[in-house]
């Protein structure tokens, strides 16, 4: 019964990048992260704890935009968001902002189990992961060789075609089972975005949502569209509502409503049976699942 799916970034991924190195690497993290997450469900563990593992797993590796190798800001300085949900009784953490905490998705675990709030943001939230006993990182930590050539290339004025090529988040959904579900997020957002900037990633019902009656999604792309469509609960709304499938309701959503306001990127979706759903509507998207039948698949483009 248990089920897990991944993603790493959705976008346009150019052949160019795309070598059968860079290829492997790439499957290589998203493997990693969903046996990190399969280990815990397989040994009747939760789903929230499987997504979080799942989740530190890509935000420890520098090939993804969350945590070391996250993109980097217009001002030079990496900027963090994540957010999590689990589906029994609606629990949700988040934060944004973060500029010294190594795990976001960590804290946001924190914020959700130990603080009465559901976001906490900059500063007040850096200062709660201090207080939770978290060591900070220098914001060096997170910037990495590959991550500043991508964002001189955006601030180059003669580099006016520049366009990321993986908007970049990491995201896990799972069933446990208990038959609860979980979603988390995490991400470093834009490359050259404006400071201060939040995507969906760490806003509930955009970028994050769980519930039991209907599904879990984690979403990756362009967030300003993915917020103003509110694409997870959407989805989840469609499942709820109108009695769609888990594939239906993702398919109508990632290819119907957010391609026609000009939305790209992609869910994974994990519904209350187990069945998965992984669309995007850009040119590829990292990802990965493991079925309720113990099969993995990864795929790019």
């Known amino acids: 019964m248990p089920a897990i799916a991944v993603h790493g970034g959705a976008g346009d991924i150019p052949p160019a990048e795309l070598t059968p190195e860079r290829e492997a690497a790439y499957r290589t993290g998203l493997e990693q992260a969903l046996r990190a997450g ?10 929230l704890d499987a997504v979080v593992a799942a989740v530190q797993v890509l935000e420890d590796n520098p090939l993804f935009n969350a945590g070391r190798g996250a993109v980097i800001a217009a001002n030079g300085i990496c900027e963090l968001d994540a957010s999590l949900m689990e589906g029994r009784d609606l629990r ?3 934060v944004t902002g973060l500029r010294h905490v190594k795990s976001p998705i960590g804290l946001a675990r924190l914020v959700m189990d130990v603080s009465p709030h ?7 939230a850096e200062e709660f992961a201090l207080e939770q006993g978290l060591e900070p990182v220098a914001n060096r930590y997170f910037v990495t060789e590959r991550r500043q050539r991508e964002l001189a290339a955006a601030l180059d004025a003669s ?12 995201g896990a959904v799972a069933l446990d089972a208990a038959g609860d579900l979980a979603a988390a997020t995490s991400t470093g957002g834009m490359t050259a975005k404006r400071w201060g900037r939040v995507g969906d ?9 769980a519930a039991n009656d209907c599904c879990a999604v984690s979403a990756t792309g362009h967030g300003e569209y993915f917020i103003r ?3 997870a609960h959407e989805i989840a709304s469609l499942i709820r509502y109108a009695g769609k499938s888990v594939r239906e309701a993702a398919d109508i959503v990632v290819h119907g409503q957010l391609q026609q306001m000009g939305g790209e990127g992609g869910v994974i979706v994990v ?11 850009s040119r590829g998207m990292l990802r990965g699942s493991i079925d309720a039948q113990g099969r993995m698949t990864t795929g790019i483009l």
């Open 201 to 209: 990633s760490p806003v509930i019902g955009a970028g994050t949502y």
């Open 271 to 281: 519904g209350r049976d187990g069945t998965l759903a992984l669309p995007f509507n």
């Open 159 to 170: 580099a006016g075609s520049f366009r990321e090529s993986l908007m970049g988040t990491v």
């Open 38 to 47: 399969q280990r815990i469900l397989e040994a009747g563990g939760p789903s």
């Open 229 to 231: 469509a509110t694409v």
């Open 118 to 124: 559901v976001m906490l943001s900059g500063q007040g």
């Open 92 to 94: 949700a953490g988040a």
